[in-house]
DNA sequence: TGTCATCTTGAACGATTGTTCAAGAAAAGT
DNA sequence: ACTTTTCTTGAACAATCGTTCAAGATGACA
């Protein structure tokens, strides 16, 4: 493994083997972790070449995010296959999934959130595939659940997603597993939910 | 403000000045913005003051993470002057208290996550602190409802948790408030739901 | 074969980083 | 008054950073 072209099936693609390399080194350290040249040499490559295929540091970090957000987009994406409720049901129980409840993605999520939060061009990308994400979320109730109004399905898709992001993000902190399939379950019972009374609006609810 | 050593009244105490510069950088601009001259202009004072009373950056990071955790210990602290129900009640609606609920502080807490996930310095800091609010919360809960056991406390605590640390995701990413509020009910639906019966202990709730 | 566009390399540049340190100012102790 | 400890400064160091670029390698097409 050293200087040929073509090695094995996967040595191919440099450009996607730099993008994975600076996942791999955000997940694992931080976007300190983060220089060209450790790109670089994580993707067994020059220097010169990740500033060829991304022009900045920037560039690159941006790519990263787009790939994460694209990732996250399917796990609400439409499955003619199923049912309209077995369709929500999956999505809602996918978050507990082992590829999904990695440390290396649960981690670069988290990192990329951070990002977002510094630096305003990141964050109009996060915030924009967010937004998509409880659309496609309220999308799924809505199939699920003629009956409901599309207000009232994002506003179950964003206690859902309020959910989702304590689960993931307090995956990472060591919670035990049995809380997690609790809050899945929780998640269930949003979007199940019956229609309620619109009289009652205001969220306290009285007897459990 | 330049040579004086004593202007204001919070002009003294460089240190905690330099503690704050270091947390105020940290929540804008994340650990990149984060670099000792930037901390001494910040906080007003010359370079060197920074690594004289903070030997690394490691070390100037780890007094900011070990002061945010403080504070958050502080939110679920006995307060012997209410009722034990109503200490619970308070607990958890201060979740969504103003102070809180800052870009400042909820971005800084983001960023303090991404660092501890990145470095096993901090990520044991994270997780000790992480312990002790579970337990304080568990114990609030045991006070309220004393007929529950202490591990399903501490379960109800960490559920809990799961919400709340959504709630403070969320929050930078821009939730509506509505839905912050019916996830702080859920919270109190959790802590003050009747003990259940023990035989039906998977998380499976089948009626709303 | 020769020509061209594309890919790949690593040296080099200036800027910024964390850390050290000699020197001095301020405060405390005698 | 003098001495000693503590606080404060900014220059200097080596290391690393992102970026640029001339040069070469590779492949496609004639």
Redesign the pocket.
Known sequence: MGTS?VNNGEQVD?QSRILEAAMDLLSRHGIAG?????VAREAG?????V??YY????SLIRAALRRVDEHDLLLVAPDPSAAPDEQLRKALRRIAGADLLTTRYLSLRLHLWALAQADEDYAQINAAAFDRYIDGLASLIANAQPGLSWEECRARAADIVVIQNGMWLTSLLGVDRESIKRSISRTEEIAFAPPRDNANQDAKLHAY
Chains 1, 2 share one sequence.
């Open positions: 072209t440099r983060v220089s060209m040249r450790a490559v020059a220097l010169g070449l500033n060829y022009d900045d540091k920037t």
